[in-house]
């Protein structure tokens, strides 16, 4: 097997469409030109499509953690109060990137439950300049109740930060409308292109409260967005020229498809991973309410009983379909299936059926077929 | 003219070889998975020769920048000075980096001149944690003493950061012999690599002077070391995958010319561009004394008398080739060419016939041919 000859049905880095990796491998061009700027502002303008917003949209070079740390970095102070909220390994990282700035203040729920938004509202009263949380936790595959949040943080006067990574493009996402003043995405995920860039929205609001000095010299959002209105655009210091190439065709080509269309075939296919879990018996990971939802571009599913990570990700892998497994304290006790971006109907089947395989050498299949069947339903309705 | 399709002579990003193009655009793979783990340890492996180091390294998504901003962030704490020597925009650079998060303590040379090593001593003398200077200034053309500021470093017991971001794998650059603590470089330099990475290495010297929390938290190096030292290698956060693949792909390139010869191929290739200067007229712009010397990757030149850099440039890049201008306070009075990494000689002499076109165009050239038959005849040498 060769590893670039497999199914990448991780969340995140996604499969990669041809068409965007010919596009990344053109040569390279000069960053300061009018040619590169002009793709920065194509990219732009369709990335204000994709995120629902009106308000300025930045692209970063480094990993959506990039845009984490310049949203809290160029608000956080070191007297500043952030509320948190957790309930994954994400969370919890703007938990860490919050002490590193300022004060977090978490609110913490156990890993893959909903949050209750009296706790939350209960802090903000204590008084906090920024809320940060993730609306869709790629650790557990639970998306969060943003609109919600978004309304107590107005409520408070708090800077209203998102990160956005694994859904933005793929979930529901309104930016203006759930009043997200800072919201991030990264380019590895519904976005399909390989990761390496950031994206990140900026209300005036936001703005307004930026810190004189943001506590990062490259993870600055003030000076990227100077970089980013001058004429021809630019970026602060020298960006990923090819990542640059590869997400203005994956970007015509998410318009192509249409951004609420790829929502909708993201929504379709995440339903029939979850209606194929259920027909063979697996359980979905994450508990949900009337407010938060199973994520529509990644299920965590629990590892079926007496079957191993190794027996359930190695086989998948000698078939050619790569999973993800749980991260830190899930390691070993549940498994991913990313389905976002150019994912298409044929890769879930082809995945499901590799699920089935290694379930039945397990003893574990009661009824072969069955989940393909499942899944099949959902995606050709 | 089709802008991906010119021949590209600026300072990085530079042309990048068609097969490390190619082995940038394979499919993705898992940046948690063995394979990528592999690759960054190859990586790893031949840029420490490449950096002359028995030093740790580490590669960052982000661009150089975010290498000095890791470096800086990582040792200077709010009480902490460091002193930083400019003779040039990247110097300044470490001046903006080292008064956000401690106390700078610039030794300022005019742009282009050499260091006066007395000024840097008295500074030192004051008590510093850590020196940090540019080893290749690539905004003047010039190449800074790194190895006498190491030994005044060492002497007064200071962490000694250097970007040697245009320089490393071009200039001579003696990581460890020079008691370089920190050295950065970025993968758009000589390593013939689109931008994207930063690489870093760090001395257990630095190491032990290491912040309990580094500034930042993405340029965090202590995060970085830890992910790279895991088995399979990792990074903190999700790598730009591709150009992984093409850094591993560009130095198997270097590696097979071998990282000496390309450094004696590189010198050679400045200096046919200094003679060339000289038989069409035109001045060197940085002034070298018996320490600094005239960079072997990027050349930089006083416009000449009466001709304007539109004419200049925007002459050249109609004929298909971009070179560089000046910056800040330097745009409009020098031009600048950068040559490393798989700059050709053919490259070079179609450059400087181009620019000898554009010269005779103003009624700058007084023999015709002359510029390409001095570059010649280093090359051919």
């Given at each position: 097997?060769?590893?670039?000859?497999?199914?990448?049905?991780?969340?995140?880095?996604?499969?990669?469409?041809?068409?965007?990796?010919?596009?990344?491998?053109?040569?390279m061009?000069?960053?300061?030109?009018?040619?590169?700027?002009?793709?920065?502002?194509?990219?732009?303008?369709?990335?204000?499509?994709?995120?629902?917003?009106?308000?300025?949209?930045?692209?970063?070079?480094?990993?959506?953690?990039?845009?984490?740390?310049?949203?809290?970095?160029?608000?956080?102070?070191?007297?500043?109060?952030?509320?948190?909220?957790?309930?994954?390994?994400?969370?919890e990282r703007?938990?860490?990137?919050?002490?590193?700035?300022?004060?977090?203040?978490?609110?913490?729920?156990?890993?893959?439950?909903?949050?209750?938004?009296?706790?939350?509202?209960?802090?903000?009263e204590?008084?906090?300049?920024?809320?940060?949380?993730?609306?869709?936790?790629?650790?557990?595959?639970?998306?969060?109740?943003?609109?919600?949040?978004?309304?107590?943080?107005?409520?408070?006067?708090?800077?209203?930060?998102?990160?956005?990574?694994?859904?933005?493009?793929?979930?529901?996402f309104?930016?203006?409308d759930?009043?997200?003043?800072?919201?991030?995405?990264?380019?590895?995920?519904?976005?399909?292109?390989?990761?390496?860039l950031a994206?990140?929205?900026?209300?005036?609001?936001?703005?307004?409260?930026?810190?004189?000095?943001?506590?990062?010299?490259?993870?600055?959002?003030?000076?990227?967005?100077?970089?980013?209105?001058k004429?021809?655009?630019?970026?602060?210091?020298?960006?990923?020229?090819?990542?640059?190439?590869?997400?203005?065709?994956?970007?015509?080509?998410?318009?192509?498809?249409?951004?609420?269309?790829?929502?909708?075939?993201?929504?379709?296919?995440?339903?029939?991973?979850?209606?194929?879990?259920?027909?063979?018996?697996?359980?979905?990971?994450?508990?949900?309410?009337?407010?938060?939802?199973?994520?529509?571009?990644?299920?965590?599913?629990?590892?079926?009983?007496?079957?191993?990570?190794?027996?359930?990700?190695?086989?998948?892998?000698?078939?050619?379909?790569?999973?993800?497994?749980?991260?830190?304290?899930?390691?070993?006790?549940?498994?991913?299936?990313g389905?976002?971006?150019?994912?298409?109907?044929?890769?879930?089947?082809?995945?499901?059926?590799?699920?089935?395989?290694?379930?039945?050498?397990?003893?574990?299949?009661?009824?072969?077929?069955?989940?393909?069947?499942?899944?099949d339903?959902?995606?050709?309705?």
């Amino acid at each position: 097997m060769d590893i670039e000859d497999t199914l990448l049905m991780i969340p995140g880095p996604v499969k990669v469409a041809p068409r965007v990796l010919r596009a990344m491998s053109r040569p390279m061009i000069s960053h300061r030109s009018g040619e590169f700027g002009a793709i920065y502002s194509d990219c732009a303008g369709l990335l204000k499509q994709f995120f629902e917003t009106k308000n300025d949209v930045v692209i970063m070079t480094g990993s959506g953690t990039v845009g984490m740390d310049a949203a809290v970095g160029s608000v956080i102070g070191k007297d500043d109060k952030i509320v948190t909220i957790t309930n994954g390994k994400f969370g919890e990282r703007f938990t860490e990137i919050g002490e590193r700035y300022g004060k977090a203040v978490p609110v913490n729920f156990e890993w893959g439950t909903p949050f209750d938004l009296e706790k939350i509202e209960a802090a903000l009263e204590q008084g906090a300049k920024a809320v940060a949380m993730v609306h869709n936790e790629t650790s557990v595959g639970l998306t969060n109740p943003a609109k919600e949040v978004g309304k107590l943080a107005r409520k408070h006067d708090a800077v209203f930060i998102v990160d956005g990574i694994s859904s933005i493009g793929g979930n529901e996402f309104q930016t203006d409308d759930w009043n997200v003043d800072i919201a991030i995405t990264g380019s590895q995920k519904a976005l399909a292109v390989p990761p390496g860039l950031a994206v990140v929205s900026v209300s005036p609001r936001a703005e307004e409260r930026f810190l004189a000095k943001s506590a990062g010299y490259y993870a600055d959002l003030k000076a990227h967005l100077k970089s980013a209105r001058k004429s021809p655009a630019q970026t602060p210091f020298t960006p990923a020229v090819p990542l640059f190439f590869a997400l203005q065709e994956a970007l015509h080509m998410a318009s192509e498809e249409g951004f609420a269309a790829r929502r909708a075939r993201t929504a379709k296919q995440a339903e029939s991973v979850r209606m194929a879990a259920k027909a063979l018996g697996i359980e979905l990971f994450p508990k949900v309410d009337e407010l938060s939802h199973y994520s529509n571009t990644v299920t965590a599913m629990k590892m079926p009983e007496g079957v191993t990570d190794d027996k359930l990700r190695g086989g998948m892998k000698k078939q050619g379909v790569i999973v993800s497994g749980g991260q830190e304290k899930l390691k070993g006790k549940i498994f991913r299936i990313g389905t976002m971006g150019v994912c298409s109907s044929g890769d879930i089947l082809r995945t499901i059926q590799t699920l089935e395989l290694v379930l039945a050498k397990e003893g574990r299949l009661s009824a072969r077929g069955a989940g393909v069947e499942a899944a099949d339903k959902v995606l050709g309705a």
